[in-house]
């Protein structure tokens, strides 16, 4: 089955400092979704991207979708507190079902 | 709150005891996905309904899983003679008619504990 591999696993950052996550996918996906999660709820969806090549900026979250369509990063500029939290990718194919497969999250630490 | 809404937020059960889970979905929003999200993992689907029909089941979901949406509006998920395996964090999300399935929206989640 369709498998994506999220790097890094995990990042410990200082506030105001970038970063830059990605995953890789072993089969192609027509789209490509960035959640965020906090502790004990739900996904919260940051951004989607629907094209090969597509960047798109959502504040200062920016993602795009890999030309070949097996892979996307999500880069955070000046990074703050409040941004700590697991991210997690997901991709879509070309069925009609739109059901997501989640690589297993990037944990993200921001010290003041 | 017009968000998709998920009950209970947390279940401690026995093994072999029954639970039945609740997601109401955001109004009119006529996909309804179930995933299971297991600690240090991302979630994973297990099935999703287009308003009442049950279009796909993942091979995650075994025969104690069960899930309904009988008015094409809220759904359950039932989990029979529940095994410490079940711990797990169940999502719910829904996807409205107009989009082209993408971008889902979560509920919280119930927190199951199997003991």
């Known amino acids: 089955g369709q498998q994506l591999n999220q790097s890094p696993q995990s990042m410990f950052i200082q506030e105001g400092e970038d970063v830059s996550m990605n995953c890789t996918s072993s089969s192609i996906f027509n789209t490509w979704l960035w959640y965020k999660q906090d502790p004990g709820e739900g996904p919260v969806l940051l951004i989607a991207?629907?094209?090969?090549?597509e960047l798109t900026s959502n504040g200062r979250l920016t993602a795009q979708f890999g030309i070949t369509r097996k892979d996307s990063f999500l880069n955070i500029s000046a990074s703050i507190p409040s941004d700590v939290g697991i991210y997690f990718c997901?991709?879509?194919?070309?069925?009609?079902?739109?059901?997501?497969?989640f690589g297993d999250g990037t944990t993200l630490t921001v010290k003041p | 709150d017009t968000g998709v809404s998920q009950d209970p937020r947390h279940k401690i059960t026995k093994r072999g005891q029954n639970v039945t889970f609740r997601c109401d979905p955001i109004s009119e929003h006529n996909r309804l996905y179930w995933y299971r999200q297991t600690l240090g993992q991302g979630p994973e689907f297990l099935t999703y309904f287009q308003n009442e029909a049950q279009l796909e089941k993942s091979r995650l979901l075994s025969d104690r899983f069960s899930a309904e949406r009988p008015k094409g509006s809220f759904s359950t998920l039932e989990i029979q003679r529940t095994e410490q395996g079940d711990s797990a964090m169940y999502l719910c999300a829904s996807v409205p008619a107009i989009l082209a399935y993408n971008e889902q929206f979560f509920g919280p989640g119930t927190r199951l504990t199997v003991l």
């Open positions: 991207l629907y094209k090969a090549g």
């Open positions: 997901a991709g879509q194919d070309n069925t009609n079902a739109g059901k997501s497969t």
